[in-house]
């Protein structure tokens, strides 16, 4: 295979390191030795990631049993982190132990908690197995679980010593889940990047056919961008929070429909739609630029339907949301593709009838 291409993201008290390249899993053991990983490693991984990846990735780490635990949304809790902390002592593991995760975000974030509160913190390095993963939820140092009474409301700053990005595991994901992981990628483009946005709707096929040559600039373009906003802004003050782009309402979405209906990504499509119609009404951003927007997550595929959803349910949602700081709602919108601005002057009144446009009832 191609060397890698390398990302940094400086962020915290270690260095953290992103490799990118077609079958960089294969060489593993080799690379976590480069990177200063040290040789005791426990994988955490979930039953169906390991029945699809499992023999090739325990040969490039040479053996030993995984940690397994479910990964669903609803697993995204401390019982689970518990399961992994007794297995993690069941195995001997100390504080020169290494917490590879391999899997999805859910995995990630699970396993990245516990390898952030085990003994006080132990060494995270991440495998993704999801465009998602790839491109978003293993970079930037984000770890942490979901309570009953929320999402990610229990969590750390944790920043893998190595994330290793290999676009050929995502041949087994359901196309659904890639899609998912593609509006996160039309995201970075919104923020950050037209060049990003008009590949990917220009190569929308080659994509879908997850051709590397066209997959890979994309996810490393993608990386890129979070890792260099993540550098500037670890904490999520001011900057970090441009990767909100489209989350205000995407969040609130996912929130009055229990995290059933819409996988993440969708509601981040619906949220980026709501966030180019404000910049418009404002002023911020040309119609011409939303449409471009509308047309490329139109061709990506259908999302799930949101016309039945009570426009002011999602506004309580967003009331809710932490983006709310003492009272006022600051919100991340489009100036230009590849460009953006937060305000935080956005009124109900205004919001209501953004969530009004985009179709959800009265
Ligand atoms: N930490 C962060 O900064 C951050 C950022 C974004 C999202 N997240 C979190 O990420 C989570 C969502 O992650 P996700 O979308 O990866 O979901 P996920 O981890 O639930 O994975 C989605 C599904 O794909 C399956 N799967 C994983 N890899 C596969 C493969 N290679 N082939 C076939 N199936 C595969 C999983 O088993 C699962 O059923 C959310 O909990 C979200 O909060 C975290
Ligand atoms: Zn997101």
Aim: some cysteine.
């Amino acid at each position: 295979m191609n060397e890698p291409v390398r990302v940094d993201v400086h962020a915290g008290l270690r260095a953290s390191t992103i490799l990118i390249g077609a079958g960089v899993t294969d060489r593993a053991s080799e690379l976590l030795d480069a990177h200063g990983v040290g040789r005791k490693r426990v994988v955490v991984s979930s039953p169906l990631v390991w029945r699809l990846h499992g023999e090739r990735i325990a040969r490039a780490l040479g053996g030993g049993d995984p940690i397994l635990v479910p990964d669903g949304e609803r697993f995204k809790n401390l019982q689970s982190v518990s399961r992994i902390y007794d297995a993690l002592v069941r195995a001997g593991a100390d504080r020169g132990s290494t917490i590879v995760a391999v899997g999805g975000g859910v995995i990630g974030d699970t396993a990245g908690f516990a390898a952030a509160t085990f003994l006080r913190g132990v060494t995270l390095a991440h495998i993704p197995t999801t465009l998602l993963a790839q491109v978003d939820s293993s970079v930037g140092g984000k770890v942490g679980v979901n309570l009953a009474l929320g999402k990610n409301l229990v969590g750390a700053f944790h920043q893998p010593a190595l994330v290793l990005v290999d676009p050929l595991l995502l041949a087994t994901l359901p196309r659904r889940e890639f899609r998912s992981g593609l509006y996160e990628i039309v995201k970075y483009g919104m923020i950050a990047s037209r060049d990003l946005f008009e590949r990917v709707a220009r190569d929308t096929k080659a994509i879908f056919a997850r051709d590397e040559r066209v997959l890979l600039p994309a996810i490393v373009e993608s990386c890129r961008i979070k890792a260099d906003v993540v550098t500037r802004d670890e904490r999520e003050s001011d900057l970090r929070r441009i990767l909100n782009f489209g989350h205000t309402v995407g969040h609130a979405l996912e929130a009055v429909t229990k995290y059933r209906r819409f996988r993440h990504g969708e509601a981040i499509a619906y949220g980026m739609l709501a966030a180019a119609d404000l910049a418009v009404t404002r002023g911020a951003l040309a119609d011409l630029a939303r449409q471009a927007l509308a047309r490329l997550l139109a061709r990506l595929g259908p999302l799930p339907p949101a016309s039945d959803l009570p426009a002011g349910e999602v506004l309580e949602a967003i009331k809710r949301d932490k983006k709310v700081i003492d009272g006022a709602l600051h919100f991340v919108i489009a100036t230009q593709i590849g460009a953006t601005m937060t305000i935080d002057d956005v009124t109900e009144n205004e919001l209501r009838a953004v969530l009004e446009r985009l179709g959800l009832t009265r």
